[in-house]
């Protein structure tokens, strides 16, 4: 199977930005008295976009009760909404404070633009925070496309995030790639649904922010989980 594609996740995968995320959200967490939580724990929380981080950092509505903040905001009369504008505030002032890319992201960028693949970040974060932090990490320009959440298409129409099948439509027919030749890289349970959803085969990294076992547990090819970026690399390499 051929490479033509690379439809990337970003935080987790390309990017480890959980310490700015941490930032943001415990000083929402500060307007309302309430202890901050650690950066480990907010890594947890990444991955299903912003309302779902903050319902689970500061509403606590979480699978796991043991991953529950100790204190957190009554479900009742908590205003979403107004937890997303105060969020979006801190975040998007000043995204990349102490974020990094992560391992052998740059060189497997660099690899692959050199080769002439598409290459897609494909995020629940923000578009316009995602955008932002590829730029200021200076990997902006190796990038095809970014499809970050509330993007929109050339008529104006938001795209469906993922794991809707139709935002990976919308990948390929922006890129020209050939299904049968695109693949996904990602860290969460929402890269290997949206992988499925669009029938694309799919690297599962387990050394991001997703739970490995849950990972494992519904990747469609074992042989496909991978310790990190390198060894993702590694795993398309004899199809370039």
Known sequence: MAVSCIIYDLDGTLIDSAPDIANAVNRVRANYDLDPISID???QFIGDGPQKLLERAIVGLVDDRSLRPERCLPRSWTDIKHLLDQFRGWYGMDPVIDTTLLPFAQE????WN????AQVVLTNKPHDIAEAVLDQ????????????RGARNDEGKEIAPKPSSEVIDYILDETGAERSETWVIGDGIPDIQVAIAGQLPVIVLLDGYGNPEALT??????????TNLQSAHALLSPHA
């Not at 497997?108 to 690899?111: I, S």
């Not at 050199?114 to 693949?117: E, K, P, R, S, Y």
């Open 41 to 43: 724990l907010v890594r």
């Open 108 to 111: 497997m960028l660099q690899h």
């Open 114 to 117: 050199a080769l002439g693949c």
């Open 137 to 148: 990490l200076d990997i902006l320009p190796m990038l095809d496309l970014v499809v970050g």
């Open 217 to 226: 547990a519904i990747a469609p090819e074992l042989d496909h989980c991978v």
